[in-house]
């Protein structure tokens, strides 16, 4: 892999601090870094310099618990960079260009540049504009574009950036980052299915009869009310984080392990589900409740929320595939903030017998379907739900489950953000959003989140701590329920 310069517009912001230059720092001190390669912040402040922002950035990494004594500072001032992009002007940006050009030539490096937008949605437009402009889109190298979620907040929106970034980059180019498919345990989905015959053979409609994916927060706004207040759990987490999982779930297997043939597959699913309305979904706003024992206020109490406000923090959906491999099994997808715990999971919910031999025993409720649990985070792993015969008479069953960890069978995983700037450097789109796909997944949720949609469904209130709104439930087929419940 040979040295490139990373170009962080929003050099010193959130996610900057926070994700971007701690994975940066991983990557370097376990020797995934090509040697030579700079990271350069750009950001507004024409007050910080080179000394400014490497001494933020020892400061950053010390709140991460990565700072060593002598190695930190030496990488710091020997990785680090900043340029002053000031108001976004033509001239800033060509400025921008020849402070780049100046970092090759010190180290007789190649052309090659990451242009990293860590921005609010806002400012992606004239960012890539601006960058067009100064002919930064194009070097003797290679140029790569990586642009943040949320990509658009409606259909209308994302096509009119798709064609923003197609006017000043080919899709070859271009990294839409969603940080879910950059974790080990979404990538082994993948695995999970098509290097294992014995799960694929049962993969389909003959044998599933429902799959849940739920995204479970118990965190609040965390101090993000400007943006989630425009945003909303169906912007912020369904259409992006869900709906990639579920299209790894759901897609038929690809021609090849390669990024387009993956991709296409993805899109496929898209395509072939309905868009939802507003008799499948239903969405929350959680009041006061309690967390882990402690009081935390309800959504309208937060700073910055509107004491009025109707914005979603929780939303469940039921979705169809129309397609051979899935018609007429539903997909269950659920999200919120305030719930009990921190939980990603897929639940793949397999049929029951259709003749029970034991229908004669004193219990024949107690012949539960097999139930597949794939933990994504946290204990990331899986379960796999079977029924034994209890010892003794008379005969009963009893659920015992296979069971997976990665911490119990690998190292610490890496952080998704580390494997992401990896793929990013060696060119591998697989695990990124391409042009259609983005669009595919705005379609689907059109009836309900775009501006004046006629079917935007009713928002019930949940108390924190709980599993969302009882009304929930509706969505679910005669005898199932939400897991974790």
């Known amino acids: ?30 020797g995934r870094l090509a040697p030579g390669t700079r990271i350069l912040g750009a950001a507004r402040s024409r ?8 001494a933020w950035a020892a400061e950053a990494l010390a709140e991460a618990g990565l700072f060593a004594e ?10 680090l960079a900043y340029q002053s992009v000031g108001g976004g002007t033509a001239d800033e940006f060509r400025a921008l260009g020849s402070r780049i050009e100046a970092l090759e030539r010190a180290k007789d490096q190649p052309a090659n540049r990451v242009f990293y937008l860590a921005l609010p949605p806002e400012a992606f437009p004239p960012s890539i504009a601006g960058l067009g402009a100064a ?20 259909l209308s929106s994302a096509q009119a950036l798709n064609r923003l970034v197609h006017q000043h980059f080919d899709e070859s180019q271009v990294y839409r980052i969603d940080h879910y498919l950059g974790k080990e345990t979404v990538q082994n989905l993948l695995v999970f299915r098509f290097a294992n015959p014995v799960f694929e053979t049962l993969w389909n409609r003959d044998r599933v009869a429902s799959v849940q994916i739920t995204v479970a927060e118990q965190v609040g706004v ?8 425009t945003a909303g759990a169906l912007r912020d987490i369904v259409q992006n984080h869900l709906t990639q999982v579920l299209a790894l779930v759901a897609m038929e297997v690809p021609g090849a392990f390669e990024a387009d043939q993956i991709r296409n597959e993805k899109v496929k699913v898209l395509r072939v589900i309905p868009p939802v309305g507003a008799d499948d979904v239903v969405c929350g706003q959680y009041t006061a409740g309690r967390i882990d024992g402690r009081a935390v206020l309800g959504y309208r109490q937060e700073p910055g929320v509107a004491p009025d406000s109707t914005t979603e923090t929780f939303a469940a959906l039921r979705l169809r595939v129309e397609n051979w491999r899935w018609h007429g099994v539903p997909f269950y997808l659920r999200t919120g903030k305030r719930l009990p715990r921190r939980l990603t999971q897929v ?10 031999l034991f229908s ?10 097999n139930v597949l649990a794939i933990a994504i985070q946290p204990d990331e792993g899986f379960e796999l739900g079977f029924q034994v015969k209890a010892p003794g008479q008379p005969i009963a069953l009893e659920m015992q489950r296979l069971r997976f960890r990665y911490a119990e069978a690998f190292a610490p995983l890496a952080d998704a953000y580390e494997t992401l700037l990896l793929d990013v450097l060696q060119g591998d789109q697989t ?3 391409r042009a259609d796909e983005a669009e595919a997944a705005w379609a689907l949720y059109a009836p309900v989140v775009d501006r004046g949609a006629p079917e935007r469904p009713p928002v019930y209130v949940y108390p924190a701590g709980t599993w969302g709104p009882a009304e929930a439930a509706r969505l679910l087929a005669d005898g199932e329920q939400w897991l974790p419940s």
Not at 70 to 79: L, N, V
Not at 135 to 145: D, I, V, Y
Not at 360 to 369: G, H, K, L, N, T
């Open 1 to 30: 892999m040979e040295p490139a310069t990373i170009v962080v517009l929003g050099g010193t912001g959130h996610l900057m601090r926070r994700k971007l230059l701690p994975a940066l720092y991983r990557l370097a001190g376990s």
């Open 47 to 54: 007050q910080m310099d080179d000394a400014a922002f490497q």
């Open 70 to 79: 002598e190695q930190t500072p030496r990488w710091c001032r020997g990785c």
């Open 135 to 154: 002919g930064l889109n194009r070097s003797a190298g290679w140029t790569r574009l990586v642009i943040e979620k949320p990509f658009g907040r409606d």
């Open 222 to 229: 965390e101090g993000r009310a400007g943006y989630y207040e």
């Open 347 to 356: 639940i793949v919910t397999f049929r029951r017998p259709p003749v029970s």
């Open 360 to 369: 004669s025993m004193r219990d024949p409720s107690a012949i539960r379907p």
């Open 431 to 433: 695990l990124f959003v």
